[in-house]
Every structure is written in structure tokens, then in C-alpha cells.
């Protein structure tokens, strides 16, 4: 079973994602923020995270760190302007439109699978 890092600070957006994550067999761990997704990256390494782009760290996104700590693990964001270029998007695998669960879920999917074949890599920050 895959274990997923859910990064959001909205209580509700987070309380709907996981349960849909849990009912499609994922293990979920939940960070209000990004100091805490931090600390919870580094002591239990997960298959993927899904993180809402508007947590951040010091002004800037947390996806280039936890690249850092983890290069291959698969990042997702969760944003409401997917179609809309951002910084805070070039560390990310994907994004997918916020509160669109099944979009989320194909795109899991996929990175996970790719990730065990070794064709998912660390993208440019």
C-alpha cells in the first residue's frame, strides 16, 4: 500500500482529500504546513506527496526541499490556476485542479507506477 504526504492548511479541502485517498487504499499522513511536512518527510519517507501550491516555507515553496531530501519521490500540487505558468509549479511532477479527486487519483496512479519502473526522475526546480 502507497503512503501519501497531504500538505494543506485548509482543514476542509484536507478532511475530503484523504478520505478519498484512504477509500482508494492509500496510507495518509497530514501536514497543516510546511514546517511540519518537512519534519514528517524526513522521518518517514512516502511514496508521494499531494500539497496544496500555496504552502509555503520562508516566501517560497516547499517542493524544492523536499526534493532535496527525496529527489525521486513524486510531487503533485493541488492549485485552483493549473492552466496558469508559476514558479511554484516547476518542482512539481504535476498539478491538478483543486477538489478534483479523480484527476488527482489517475495522476497517483501514474506517477506511482512510473516511479517503479524507474521512469519517474526529480524535475528541475
Do not use: W
Amino acid at each position: 500500500m502507497a503512503s501519501i504526504l497531504v500538505v494543506d492548511d485548509s482543514t476542509l479541502s484536507t478532511r475530503t482529500l484523504v478520505e478519498a485517498l484512504r477509500r482508494s487504499g492509500y496510507d495518509v499522513e497530514i501536514a497543516p504546513d510546511a514546517d511540519e511536512a518537512v519534519r514528517l518527510f524526513k522521518l518517514n519517507p512516502v511514496d508521494a506527496v499531494v500539497m496544496d501550491c500555496h504552502v509555503e516555507a520562508s516566501s517560497q515553496t516547499i517542493a524544492p526541499v523536499l526534493r532535496q531530501i527525496y529527489p525521486d519521490t513524486p510531487i503533485i500540487m493541488m492549485s485552483g490556476y493549473c492552466g496558469v505558468p508559476c514558479k511554484r509549479l516547476r518542482a512539481a511532477d504535476g498539478c491538478v485542479q483543486k477538489g478534483d479527486t479523480t484527476a488527482l487519483l489517475d495522476a497517483l496512479r501514474t506517477l506511482l507506477c512510473s516511479r517503479h519502473y524507474g521512469l519517474c526522475q526529480s524535475v528541475a526546480a
